[in-house]
């Protein structure tokens, strides 16, 4: 096939993603200056300056327009936390530098949307788990596993303090984003403690 004849394709593809894109843009904007609850599906075509069908070629509501964020958002995190992983030379470490690279992204990705809602609207939450989700947890999961290798967490049941690790983080995190100012080295300073206190507790229970 020549390759005249692919050309078409590829120019359809990104169209594609940038029709996606330009949605998921403008989803975030237009959450951030009314928050989730009160805006609409032709609120976000507005933004995009998009056909009403062609949205719909890519999602059927705004509930799965604010999931595909999430995902996004879920996979972009995962290398990073990969790299902390990796970076780290005790779990103490790890937990450390995990919990301010999230609030930091936190802080970041909502920029333009949680950070512009009032504080007392209560933030938007994603139900059930997507693979983006899971590939953070499994990288949590493998940095205890590899730390009780190295004779930390004794003990510890890690896929049990693998989801505890995450509760922690999204309901403090969920806190953060909460309150005015963001404050992401409280939220960190008090996330890694009860962290590592509660880590040290069930080490030291062990036998």
């Known amino acids: 096939m020549s390759d005249t004849a692919l050309a078409p394709a590829g120019k359809r ?7 996606r894109q330009a949605i998921l843009d403008a989803a975030r904007e237009v959450f951030g200056d009314s928050g989730f609850e009160t805006v609409t599906v032709r609120d976000i075509i507005r933004r995009t300056g998009l056909a ?3 949205f719909y070629n890519y999602f059927r509501s705004k509930e ?3 999931a595909a964020l999430f995902r996004d958002g879920a996979r972009r995190f995962s290398p990073v936390l990969k ?6 030379q005790t779990w103490e470490a790890f937990v450390r530098g ?3 690279a999230y609030y930091s992204f936190l802080a970041s990705e909502h920029d333009n949307w949680l950070a512009r809602r009032p504080a007392e609207e209560a933030g938007l939450t994603l139900m059930g788990e997507t693979p ?12 205890i596993v590899d730390e009780a290798e190295r004779g930390g967490a004794r003990g510890v049941d890690a896929d049990f303090l693998a989801a505890a690790c995450i509760g922690v983080a ?11 100012p963001i404050d992401t080295t409280a939220a960190t300073d008090f996330a890694v403690a009860l962290i590592l206190g509660g880590t040290a507790g069930l080490s030291g229970a062990a036998p």
């Open 13 to 19: 593809e990104i169209t594609k993603a940038q029709n």
């Open 170 to 180: 999204r309901e403090v995190g969920q806190k953060m984003l909460a309150r005015r």
């Open 83 to 88: 790299a902390q992983r990796e970076r780290a």
């Open 64 to 66: 799965e327009v604010a």
């Open 132 to 143: 983006e989700m899971a590939a953070v947890y499994e990288e949590v999961r493998r940095s």
């Open 52 to 54: 009403s069908g062609t």
């Open 98 to 100: 995990a919990i301010s």
